[in-house]
């Protein structure tokens, strides 16, 4: 069994800062993309950022310059959001590929953390 936590989420308001960790628990072997996802009122769940094993990031461009994503050698993954503004309010997902004894690579998700960011 993997599971994958979240925590961080909260309300803040814009200007201010956040951060978001998952944390990867559970009977794995290897882990390669970690990313996070936002998914606003109303719509559907987009890609924000990820990072692969080798610590390439991958941004979407309305949080360059304002989001961080990083992690550690073995299962936590954090984003540190600066400058927040509204349209940053949703809840954030983690999402992690990994690969457990004697299985192939797929696709793991977290419950979620709600972020509200007040004008």
């Known amino acids: 069994q993997v599971q994958l936590v979240e925590s961080g989420g909260g309300l803040v308001q814009a200007g201010g800062s956040l951060r978001l960790s998952c944390v990867a628990s559970?009977?794995?072997?290897?882990?390669?993309?970690m990313g996070w996802y936002r998914q606003g009122p109303g719509l559907q769940r987009d890609l924000v950022a990820t990072i692969g094993s080798g610590g390439t990031t991958n941004y979407i461009d309305s949080v360059k310059g304002r989001i961080t994503i990083s992690r550690d050698a073995y299962n936590t993954i954090d984003l540190q959001k600066n400058t927040l503004r509204p349209e940053d309010t949703g809840v954030y997902y983690c999402?992690?590929?990994?690969?457990?004894?004697?299985?192939?690579?797929?696709?793991?998700w977290g419950q979620g953390t709600q972020v509200t960011v007040s004008a």
């Open positions: 999402k992690v590929e990994l690969r457990r004894p004697y299985g192939p690579w797929r696709d793991y």
């Open positions: 559970g009977m794995f072997v290897e882990i390669n993309t």
